[in-house]
């Protein structure tokens, strides 16, 4: 018999609910497009777009179908036995703090760790409930997520530097890196898909464990896969990139990489053919540095700018080849002026208003600038780091769409449960009339926390993007490349360990460590790492303290 008296906190639950996936997407799916929209791979609406498939794609189709209802054990369950009301009180106010602190953190462009909100909120609510909490060094437990801060993102840097050192080495800096890229690319493809099937087969919900699925099986699959891909790569992506950027064909597109062999022909056909006097490589060190921006500048001290401009002048990029030397760039319209700008002058009942309106809401989050910025400290910072051949970078933006894509899938299946795992809890406690510690998750519901954690990113992603991309380092297709597969090394390793890393914190740590890979620390923006780490340090606490706050006035509220 369900409790239909507390039929009231499972609707409040339901709403946190919705706001916690949808602050989880706009917060934590950044991590996986940031450095390919900071490269200039890709752009904000296919971002969105991109996000929006394989977000839903990850949660729905390998989203654990039993979802933990108490995160990593971190707080005791047998507190609540025989008191199932108490429960769904407490789930309630653990979503009510992750959606709080979610909330907050995203509006400031905080990338926080969505896996340590929810566990913060349930160190609050354990606590108010007087449940006890795991501190001490144990699976899942306080002391470990306080000792990630600083694990993941050095693991991810080590890993990134190293691979980034092959490219910069094997590729970039050789005499033709363009030629060597061409030789090389196939290999990195292979892999990068190699690494990601091993994540995939090791890490997807109801996977079995390494030691009972078999090394051998694993083994050979990460094998295949990375001969399988090879060969695929040498059959259809040397012919299109061949005719691409050695051809200077600029009618073929990544559309058209099934025609493989075929564009080794003087005059192959070209089905919906692009332009052909369009560019055939884009700019990605086209400068993004804009005095007239509207983007939102990062807090500067008082004498910072006179001493950065002097650092960032010209003659600081005449120390690389002088043929590299970025390009000024073009002022971005930004969704105001684009949409509202035109219309302002109108009555708010007008048609042509309330349309354009209308195009605000639903296109601000995908149509705003998250490259440029107008800060002469950032353009000192990427002026420290060597610009590379374009035709070379070109050849990894496809290595880095690709690990962006399955990154995505692997976020959407595995923290779809930071934000159903409470609802998913009270749901069933609220049927069953009884506490529930694993529960089967309703289909349905992944497939609005899927279609959340999509929109999210949609409307309020670019906040995360900004602070992750260019505000650090220069990004470029090569480095975003090292960074991406760095992180999801890093996050595979220290799952097979135990250790409860985040996404975010091996994304940040992979940036930091291929930017040092300059061999100048004045190439990483430190004012920048610093607020992004702050918001680390501040996620546990003061989500506990949100849930805590709830829970303890929930439980000692006098009523008559």
């Known amino acids: 018999m369900a409790l239909t008296k507390y039929g009231w906190i499972l609707a409040l639950i339901t709403i946190f609910f919705t706001v916690s996936s949808f602050m989880n997407g706009a917060n934590d799916v950044a991590n996986s497009y940031a450095t390919s929209v900071a490269a200039r791979t890709l752009t904000m609406p296919q971002v969105g777009i991109l996000a929006m498939i394989t977000e839903f794609v990850g949660a729905v189709a390998l989203g654990n179908r039993v979802t933990s209802t108490i995160k990593n054990g971190i707080i005791d369950i047998d507190r609540f036995e025989g008191n199932p009301g108490a429960l769904m009180l407490a789930m309630g106010s653990a979503e009510m703090g992750n959606a709080i602190w979610l909330s907050f953190a995203t509006s400031i462009g905080y990338p926080v760790s969505t896996t340590q909100t929810i566990v913060g909120s349930l160190i609050g609510v354990g606590i108010a409930a ?99 891909i090879l060969a695929l790569a040498y059959i259809f992506f040397v012919p299109y990139i061949h005719r691409r950027l050695v051809k200077q064909d600029a009618r073929i597109k990544f559309y058209h990489l099934p025609l493989g062999p075929l564009l080794w022909k003087e005059n192959p056909y070209i089905y919906y053919p692009a332009n052909a006097d369009g560019p055939v490589v884009i700019d990605y060190y086209e400068n993004a540095y804009s005095a007239d921006s509207s983007v939102e500048n990062l807090p500067e001290s008082p004498d910072a700018s006179e001493k950065d401009v002097k650092t960032a002048d010209a003659s600081a990029l005449e120390k690389a080849n002088p043929l590299l030397v970025p390009t000024a760039r073009k002022r971005v319209i930004e969704p105001e002026e684009r949409f509202l700008a035109p219309t302002k002058h109108l009555s708010i009942a007008n048609p042509s208003r309330l349309f354009s309106l209308v195009k605000y809401f639903l296109f601000q989050g995908v149509t705003r600038d998250c490259v440029s910025h107008a800060t002469p400290h950032l353009m000192a910072t990427h002026a420290r780091a060597k610009k590379y051949d374009n035709r070379a970078e070109h050849l990894f933006t496809y290595a880095q769409v690709l690990s962006a894509m399955l990154m995505s899938i692997a976020h959407g299946s595995n923290d779809v449960a930071n934000a159903i795992g409470p609802w998913a809890a009270a749901y069933s406690t609220y049927r069953a009339n009884e506490v529930a510690t694993k529960v089967p998750t309703p289909v349905w519901a992944l497939v609005i926390a899927g279609f959340l954690l999509g929109a999210g990113f949609w409307f309020f992603g670019f906040k995360i993007i900004r602070a992750l991309g260019n505000r650090i380092t220069q990004m470029s297709p090569a480095r975003g490349f090292s960074m991406e597969l760095g992180a999801a090394i890093t996050v595979l390793l220290a799952s097979r360990l135990g250790l409860p890393v985040s996404t975010t914190q091996c994304l940040t740590g992979a940036t930091v460590g291929v930017a040092l890979m300059n061999f100048d620390v004045k190439a990483v923006n430190w004012r920048q790492v610093a607020f992004i780490f702050s918001g680390w340090i501040l996620t546990l606490p003061c989500a506990a303290l949100v849930s805590g706050l709830v829970m303890g006035m929930a439980l000692n509220t006098p009523h008559l």
Request: hydrophobic share 55%.
């Open 130 to 228: 007087d449940s006890q909490v795991t501190w001490e060094w144990d699976d899942g437990s306080v002391s470990q997520v306080a000792a990630s801060w600083a694990i993941a993102p050095v693991l991810a840097g080590c890993f990134a530097a190293i691979l980034f050192a092959t490219v910069k080495f094997g590729v970039l800096e050789r005499r033709d890196p363009f030629k060597n890229g061409l030789r090389a690319i196939p290999i990195y493809l292979a892999f990068t898909c190699a690494c990601l099937a091993l994540f995939i087969v090791v890490e997807a919900p109801g996977a079995p464990s390494l030691e009972d699925f078999g090394g051998g099986k694993a083994t050979g699959i990460v094998l295949g896969v990375f001969f399988g």
